[in-house]
């Protein structure tokens, strides 16, 4: 079991300040939540629960420096060091992260939040194998490749990023429930919403459990993925033998 002193410790070190400065807070209302709030949040009954699911998905749409979505990441690699070992905790760890979304508007930020949630993740394995996760493995690199493509630069309001682009985010869909392989599909942020405003929902957010009707009733798939090991994502190419008319 994980040492729990460790992760406090870990969790506090990524712990931002509440105000860079009163003219980022003028010009783009940039007030970063305590962690102290951000506990309370998360301890809300429902929410809890999902945390403790590794498959159940969470959007923070304003990420900031990543203060809920490290907390989440947290619970997430505790559950998977506490029950798997070995390459078993690598593929749990590496769903776990698949899990976790965001949007943060600020370049610097969004830096900030993507290497808070490498290395913690790092820590984690750390922790768990009594050894430092070299950068040139696979693991590495799938687990740098799922946080790039789900911790993103946009504007939620505006559903599109710094380019004028629509915000894109990934599923990754195990293949016939196997904790092995996975399937990446690219969903435009915009496609989410429907009559029931996925805004108003908090924090956490159900994202894509309902997602396979929503592909075929809105068009909305951008990308497919080939069909690979959730250790090897780094590497995917897209599936050009399931191109369709209207897909990129």
Sequence with gaps: MINSRLTYSMMDKKNPVLM???H?????????????????????PGIKEKTEDLFATFLE?????????????????????ENHSGDSWNKY?????????????????????????????LDYYGAAHGAPLSKQSDLYKSAQTII???VVQGDTLTHKNNSGEEIVFSRWKPIDGSSEQVRRITF???SLF????????????????????????SGSQQECFA???????WKEEKDMSDKKPGKF
């Design 194 to 217: 429907g009559e029931d405003d996925i805004s108003k929902s908090g924090v956490q957010l159900i994202l894509f459990d309902q997602l396979s009707a929503h592909e075929e009733a």
């Design 148 to 150: 790039g493509a789900n």
């Design 93 to 121: 760890a590496l769903w776990a992260l698949s899990s976790i979304y965001g949007i943060e508007f600020l370049e610097d930020n969004l830096a900030v939040a993507r290497q808070n949630m490498l290395e913690l993740f």
């Design 227 to 233: 069909p690979i090991d959730i250790e090897l994502v």
């Design 61 to 81: 749409p304003s990420a900031g420096e990543g203060a809920f979505l490290l907390t989440i990441e947290d619970i997430k690699l505790r559950f998977v060091t």
């Design 20 to 22: 860079k400065s009163k």
């Design 24 to 44: 980022r807070v003028q010009k783009h209302g940039e007030v970063f939540t305590p962690q102290w709030v951000v506990d309370k949040m998360i301890a809300i």
């Design 188 to 190: 435009s942020y915009s």
